[in-house]
């Protein structure tokens, strides 16, 4: 009866382990810097559309005497005819979302945020009012096409429980100008933030007050109260 060399045989099973663990390596890897590169994609195309926008957005002031639309897709078709500009690559809902990723009004078990604001809750703050009681027959009233970009200027105002005496985003974040200058951000992309990111995460895309600039900047030029965004 033949002998078993278990050593010969243990050579055999870590050779194979070896490959079968190089094998893994290799196509977490390649997939790992994948979707570095994707994400780096999405972010230059992301910041073309800001540009874009910003274009349109002067043209727009030139020709309603230096005012700024009341909300985003206000440009289109006059300023910015193409729709996809209003779409972040990096938004897996393709703008039907709106601004703001489900998972910065939801935690991990479902439940609401605290910090979410009520007013967000009916208005994407990119297009035409969403709050349902000012739904109705006319077309103005209701969102116009999807959009996945936050204009920190736009027309809604900041407290939709006393719309009497609120001010509107847009006159709240001329004063926020007086200590940002600028930069102050005007449109902000929150799709390239992390799921459930921090207030330091800094992937946050904005389009500067100057219309023709971007910069990232923590995600706490959301959260913080009195900051922009807030």
Not at 6 to 34: D, P, S
Not at 99 to 108: G, L
Not at 143 to 171: E, G, H, K, M
Not at 192 to 218: C, F, I, S, W
Request: hydrophobic fraction near 35%; aromatic fraction near 14%.
């Amino acid at each position: 009866m033949a002998s078993v060399d278990f050593r010969e045989r243990f050579i055999w099973l870590l050779k194979a382990f070896l490959i079968l663990f190089f094998i893994l390596a290799a196509i977490y890897g390649v997939g790992g810097v994948g979707g570095i590169v994707r994400a780096r994609a999405h972010m230059v195309r992301c910041d073309s559309n800001l540009k874009q926008l910003g274009q349109a957005m002067m043209m727009y002031k030139r020709r309603h005497k230096n005012t700024l639309p009341a909300y985003l897709t206000a440009l289109h078709p006059e300023f910015l005819p193409d729709k996809e500009s209003f779409l972040c690559p990096a938004d897996p809902s393709h703008g039907e979302a709106g601004a703001f990723p489900r998972w910065t009004r939801y935690t991990p078990e479902g439940k609401e945020q605290e910090d979410w604001r009520e007013e967000f809750r009916y208005a994407d703050l990119d297009g035409p009012s969403l709050i349902p009681w000012q739904y109705g027959d006319n077309p103005a009233d209701q969102d116009t096409f999807p959009c996945s970009y936050y204009y920190r200027f736009n027309d809604y105002p900041c407290d939709i429980t006393n719309l009497v005496d609120a001010i509107t985003w847009q006159q709240h974040m001329r004063d926020v100008m007086r200590e940002y200058g600028d930069h102050t951000p005007i449109i902000s992309c929150l799709w390239h933030l992390p799921p459930y990111a921090k207030e330091t995460d800094g992937d946050m895309l904005n389009l500067l007050v100057t219309l023709t600039q971007t910069a990232r900047y923590p995600r706490k030029w959301t959260l913080m109260k009195g900051s922009p965004g807030r």
